[in-house]
């Protein structure tokens, strides 16, 4: 600890003190007795580890699963003459490092919190490649150099472009949901509002239980405001109120949610269910506090009144709301506007193509979501191959939209009114296409990177 920070901590309360040392800092550099122009593989064990250690904790804090954490880490400790051991988690992360004289370090670390950055992976990505590339011979200095400036890197956005690509983003996933131009205008402004409010509390490192509670509270609010505003002008059926559920979306932890698949898929058990947990846990939150507001309005769910569109306009709508939904998840996951306009075509495509089967061939929602994943997965290797991009940095935006969070709603809905058999059947059908959506990228991944497809 610095001098300074020592007498910032000394001004605090007691109780302040306690909140502030939850998660103590890592202090990276601390670890290193070898000066900065010594050649990593030089480096003693516990260097050498420490520096794997690094790496996989940066991957794990920018949202990606234990496959890719673990990849990136053997990468790593292979080149600088160590095999590597890690058990991963959501948030945590214990590994050990063993050199060819037989001699191990073992470290466990852990994370305050997680979350998505799409751009740094991007750059991490890069960081593991060039460093394989180059077969490892870096000094410890530009290994410090390089990681610090990834580490640095400020977000892309400001609150209130993150709000915006929220607004978006839901204003697309409500017209997809069958939601007409009140619907989306409300849900437009919901949203917005929402994320800006969530993004303000974050950077505040307030806990997600809190931002998640206030930010959906504030888009229902704002939805309900906007309708009422309008309907001063225009007269409105309070039917239309039904489409608030549209402005809270933007809190769909589809990053989790997918990865939890795969990572069980990859038999990362301990990664997928601390996943699939934490997915689930905001969406109960969430849609707790839909209910709540559900019943303070006396509204309830019902399907949205047909839009009475012919089948071109149909499906040309829908490419342009897909690929605003899509390209706004994106820009909420700090990806940079190339990755974002990528995601978005593939997203535009997938979720298009993943509706009109169930439109108009009556194909099971299910079925329907493995097909667009699958085609989000194998549109994505390609991409992946071409630009270089990650893979999942484009695939998780683009099928994120997919994720059934109005099947989630009505089924919470349900629950609370003690409707259990309706509720049953929209969670089936939720959980049915949740399921199928990491499949359908599974399989894309299976046939297009031999390295997926081999389980040693």
């Not at 839009?307 to 390209?327: D, E, M, P, Q």
Request: proline share 3%.
């Amino acid at each position: 600890m610095t001098k300074k920070e020592d007498e910032q901590r000394k001004r605090l309360k007691p109780q302040e003190r306690l909140s502030h040392h939850h998660h103590m800092r890592i202090r990276w550099k601390e670890f290193f007795t070898s000066d900065n122009q010594t050649a990593a593989k030089d480096a003693t064990l516990s260097e050498r580890a420490v520096i794997v250690g690094h790496i996989g904790m940066m991957f794990l804090s920018y949202g990606t699963g234990a496959w890719r954490v673990r990849t990136a880490m053997n990468t790593v400790a292979r080149k600088l003459n160590m095999t590597c051991s890690a058990d991963i988690g959501l948030v945590s992360l214990e590994y050990t490092c063993v050199d060819r004289d037989g001699k191990s370090y073992t470290q466990a670390l852990s994370l305050p919190s997680t979350g998505v950055n799409t751009t740094k992976l991007h750059y991490m990505s890069k960081f593991v490649y060039e460093f394989e590339n180059d077969d490892g011979n870096w000094t410890i200095g530009e290994i410090h150099q390089r990681l610090t400036k990834i580490s640095r890197m400020k977000a892309q956005y400001t609150p209130w472009q993150v709000g915006l690509a929220a607004a978006l983003a839901c204003g697309g996933f409500t017209f997809l949901l069958g939601g007409g131009i009140v619907e989306v205008i409300c849900a437009f402004l919901g949203a917005g509002v929402g994320n800006y409010v969530r993004r303000k509390m974050i950077d505040r490192r307030l806990t997600i239980v809190a931002n998640i509670i206030v930010a959906v509270t504030v888009a229902s609010c704002v939805y309900v405001g906007a309708f009422y505003l309008l309907r001063l002008f225009i007269p409105l059926s309070k039917h239309l109120l039904d489409g608030y559920i549209g402005a809270m979306l933007f809190v769909i932890p589809g990053f989790p949610f997918i990865t939890s698949g795969l990572d069980m898929s990859k038999l990362d058990m301990r990664s997928g269910l601390e996943r699939m947990a934490y997915a689930l846990m905001i969406i109960l939150i969430a849609t707790s506090v839909g209910w709540g507001v559900a019943m303070i309005l006396n509204v309830h769910p019902q399907d949205f009144l047909p839009l009475n569109l012919g089948a071109v306009t149909l499906t040309i709508l829908r490419l342009i709301a897909s690929f605003c939904g899509v390209f706004g998840f994106s820009i909420m996951f700090n990806s940079k506007i190339q990755m974002a306009t990528a995601a978005g075509l593939i997203g535009a495509i997938a979720n298009t193509l993943r509706l009109s089967l169930v439109q108009w061939i009556n194909m099971p929602a299910a079925a329907a979501a493995f097909i667009g994943a699958f085609i989000a997965g194998m549109l994505a290797s390609f991409i992946h191959q071409k630009i270089g991009y990650p893979r999942i940095a484009i695939t998780i935006p683009s099928i994120v939209i997919m994720v059934p969070g109005l099947y989630m709603y009505r089924a919470m809905f349900n629950f609370g009114f003690i409707s259990i058999n309706i509720g049953a059947r929209w969670a089936m059908q939720a959980i049915m296409i949740i399921f199928c959506l990491p499949l359908g990228l599974i399989v894309a991944r299976i046939l297009t990177d031999k390295h997926w497809r081999h389980a040693g």
